[in-house]
């Protein structure tokens, strides 16, 4: 789909041209099946969720997905892995590292407390997420394969194939109440699980993430001027475009974002995230209504002069920047980049005090109920490989110390570091990061395994407020892709190409350079290309699932 | 030879001008940058020209913690001894193949020639260091990459067109061939061995792909290092409140600044063989 063709899963097909080929075969060599098969949802039994008991946020969790929120570091962080368990033995990982890579461990006394307290050696091969694609598949044909491996989604064509040759089914040691022997993982809610059952099995471990991105934000203090202080209540998309037409003028515009930011558009249009169900038969995004009156309106936005000229090719960096200079008054970007340090209400009023970065709340172009899209469920999911009982065991206890939730000491240390030498507490028992702190607490850890999302920000309270209320706006509203956690062969295998044509006929239609029966012309393409064959292999994997469930 | 006239020299003047201007202002802008605070970044769209507010906290955020320097240390080592390594055994096959009367001497050129036009493919290579036992070693650098088809070809080139006679004069005096290279053909070709050397070391000191398959992050060169910060930062919508912030203009800018100086500052020093000794191999032959 045009909105989610991401940085990662581009890269991922740029990295992947020349692999594609001797990928194929070099899974094959490992076990893989030949040919291509789907795989379906639902017939796995999920881990049971149970709270861990450890702290009270100042702003509690909703059954949703709403993530809880903490103005400072709890006192006292409790300790969820009693004792070190591993003895002596090694654990391997292969995962993303964003960023520069950590202090090495001869160096790191993070590192070397963690392992102090698992009582063991966790070797991680870390990887930028643009080079991992190439990385995991060399690693899996040279056939030394860690116990955790991060999938990301795009690496591996042939997905179930590999997991059944090479992957442990995890649901006989987590399914149901089994994963009461990992509390960490017990305290990952099911809704984060369901990604990882492939084929009925459940075969990885969640790295959970706040279930929706949002849907952008806004320069609050423009759209205040301009008579609108709470975008929800904006009726109608008309009404939406005269604000838009009001908030450009000379050098300035009322959106700009990387291939025009469709999102915030297509939810105003209450376009389905990827597929939806009409009838019991599945409909692409593009194959709605609401999908063409979204572009279009995008494209009397942009012909109106309320898009930045030029925009569906900016970096996320020009975007940030013409955002942060004033220069546009609405960016598509995820909620994450709100309340951290260097977040947009951070940097706004950094650059002109007068400026303030809020989350755009979307409102329904035809009045009624807005929505938004369940897009930011897990970061990613981290396969196990297969092994002894013992062994795998032994891993998931490793994943159980990674789980640790915010409030915790196993948290505190992976997050933080040593107290004295990474960071000193304040008065409240807030970490306050050393000089050093950073690099020795780059290591990946997060990206093998992770607990629920928690948001915390003891610099900016209000931003965390914000953030919350945002998210206890926008959750109820989201709506879920019908595929999730669906495996479809000519998806793998075209998926990203076919999303790319689309993407490409998006942008031409909305800055001008094709007609609207270009883009019709498009989907038609896109349909004959692949799009049909990805929807009855979906159609089918969701009619089995269906009935077995 | 006739005096240009002013109008000349005043186009010339303005085409060096625009020149020297078309050249400067991108790396003015990639130092200023680099000198800047993220707000004055995005003031000036991203590209500064002159930094109003200058700072070197990019800088110091690379160089904290010492990752960079350990790695700059590792890059030079493996960029000295790789170019060292890689010219000794360029230079010995380069002989030897320049040579007429080597037997399957043409065989074993066109089978270095070979690899100019099929690369042996990523997992193949990644098999073979494995099977080796280089997997993260420093070796693993070095090795698969140690002779250059392209400079065994210009070196190769380079000692066919020395006279003949040289080598006559040498054997009727006694001399076997190591002695002939090393008394007579290396001090005559320090032009063209400078260049390849050049090529050499900046293919070393700019290598990442290999370290990125072969090595563990602990041992990651500098170019392997200063790229991930350069794509440091996270896809949309994934990033989480605990993790690193995306990298700031400045920081990237820094590192195309770290990455140049040291070539820049060798550059100088080989620039006066450099044209000679590409054009000796290229069109001599």
């Not at chain 1, 110390?401 to 304040?426: K, R, W």
């Not at chain 1, 038609?524 to 469930?549: F, H, M, N, P």
């Not at chain 2, 080592?77 to 040579?99: D, E, F, K, P, Q």
């Not at chain 2, 990455?259 to 054009?279: C, E, R």
Request: proline share 6%; net charge positive.
């Amino acid at each position: 789909m045009v909105a989610t063709t991401t940085r990662r899963a581009f890269l991922s097909y740029t990295a992947l041209g020349a692999l594609a080929v001797v990928t194929a075969g070099s899974l094959s060599g490992c076990g893989a099946q030949s040919t291509l098969k789907a795989g379906s949802v639902s017939n796995a039994t999920l881990p049971n969720y149970t709270a861990v008991k450890g702290v009270t946020p100042d702003l509690a969790p909703t059954a949703q997905g709403v993530p809880p929120a903490f103005f400072n570091y709890p006192k006292n962080p409790y300790r969820s892995v009693k004792s070190p368990f591993m003895k002596g033995q090694t654990v391997t990982g292969i995962t993303n590292i964003f960023g520069p890579p950590p202090t090495g461990r001869s160096s790191n006394p993070a590192w070397q407390e963690i392992e102090k307290r698992l009582g063991g050696t966790v070797d991680i091969t870390a990887v930028s997420s643009g080079d991992f694609d190439t990385k995991l598949n060399t690693v899996v044909a040279g056939g030394n394969l860690p116990d955790l491996m991060l999938n990301d989604g795009a690496a591996i064509p042939d997905i179930i194939g590999f997991l059944e040759s090479s992957c442990e089914d995890l649901t006989p040691y987590l399914a149901g109440d089994k994963v009461s022997a990992y509390p960490n993982l017990a305290n990952i809610p099911q809704v984060f699980w369901k990604q990882t059952v492939q084929n009925g099995k459940l075969y990885g471990l969640p790295i959970p993430r706040s279930m929706t991105g949002g849907s952008g934000f806004i320069n609050q203090t423009y759209f205040a001027k301009a008579g609108v202080s709470d975008t929800s209540t904006i009726k109608s998309s008309d009404d939406y475009l005269a604000l838009a037409k009001q908030l450009s003028g000379a050098n300035q515009w009322a959106f700009g974002s990387t291939n025009f930011g469709l999102p915030p558009f297509l939810h105003i249009f209450h376009v389905p995230y990827n597929w939806t169900e009409q009838n019991g038969k599945l409909v692409k995004d593009y194959e709605t209504p609401q999908w063409l009156e979204a572009i279009s309106f995008v494209q009397k936005m942009h012909a109106a002069g309320a898009v930045a000229p030029g925009s569906e090719g900016w970096t996320k960096q020009q975007m940030q920047d013409a955002f942060i200079s004033g220069k546009v008054a609405q960016i598509y970007d995820g909620l994450p980049a709100y309340g951290k340090v260097g977040g947009y209400q951070q940097t706004l009023p950094a650059a002109n005090p007068a400026n303030k970065a809020t989350p755009f709340l979307p409102f329904s172009a035809h009045g009624g109920k807005a929505m938004v899209w369940l897009d930011n469920v897990d970061f990613a999911w981290t396969m196990v490989k297969k092994g002894s009982p013992s062994h795998i065991k032994l891993v998931l206890q490793v994943a159980n110390f990674l789980a640790a939730p915010f409030g915790s000491q196993e948290y505190l240390l992976m997050n933080y570091g040593v107290e004295g030498t990474d960071y000193t507490l304040d008065g409240k028992g807030n970490p306050t990061a050393t000089a050093r702190a950073a690099l020795d607490t780059a290591v990946p850890w997060r990206y093998l395994a992770a607990g629920p999302n928690a948001l915390y920000s003891p610099q900016f309270p209000d931003a965390i407020k914000v953030l919350h209320e945002t998210y206890a706006k926008l959750i109820p509203l989201g709506v879920a892709d019908p595929t999730q956690g669906l495996f479809s062969p000519t998806q793998a295998q075209k998926g990203l190409t076919l999303g790319q044509t689309m993407t490409d006929a998006v942008n031409n239609y909305v800055a001008g350079r094709s007609s609207l029966a270009d883009l019709k012309n498009a989907i038609a393409t896109w349909k004959s290309s692949g799009g049909d064959q990805i929807r009855s292999e979906y159609q089918k994997v969701l009619s089995k699932s269906k009935k077995k469930s | 030879m006739e005096k240009p006239s002013a109008v000349g020299r005043v186009g010339k003047v303005v085409a060096i001008v625009v020149i020297a201007v078309l050249t400067i202002y991108p790396f003015l802008t990639v130092i200023s940058t680099s000198l800047s605070d993220s707000t004055d970044i995005a003031n000036a769209n991203g590209l500064v020209l002159f930094p109003l507010h200058p700072t070197l906290a990019a800088y110091q955020t690379i160089f904290a913690g010492g990752v960079v320097t350990a790695a700059l240390l590792r890059s030079i080592v493996i960029t000295v001894v790789g170019t060292i390594l890689s010219l000794a055994a360029t230079v010995g096959m380069a002989y030897g193949l320049s040579r007429r009367d080597l037997v399957f001497g043409k065989f074993i050129l066109l089978v270095a020639l070979f690899t100019m036009l099929f690369s042996p493919g990523i997992i193949p290579s990644f098999l073979m260091v494995k099977q080796l036992g280089l997997l993260d070693s420093y070796a693993s650098l070095i090795l698969p990459v140690l002779i250059s088809a392209f400079n065994l070809v210009v070196v190769r080139s380079f000692f066919m067109n020395l006279p003949q006679e040289l080598f006559e004069a040498a054997r009727i005096d006694g001399a076997g061939d190591f002695r002939i290279l090393s008394t007579i053909v290396l001090p005559l070709s320090k032009g063209v061995l400078a260049v390849v050397g050049l090529f050499y070391a900046v293919a070393y000191w700019n290598a990442f792909f290999n370290a990125m398959l072969y090595l563990d992050s602990d041992k990651w060169p500098l170019a392997m290092i200063l790229r991930q910060y350069v794509l440091l930062g996270s896809p949309l919508n994934t990033a989480t409140a605990g993790e690193i912030s995306a990298p700031s203009q400045a920081i990237q800018m820094a590192v195309v600044v770290i990455s140049l100086v040291p070539i820049l500052l060798v550059y100088p020093f080989l620039q006066k063989y450099f044209t000679k000794g590409v054009l000796t191999g290229a069109v001599k032959g």
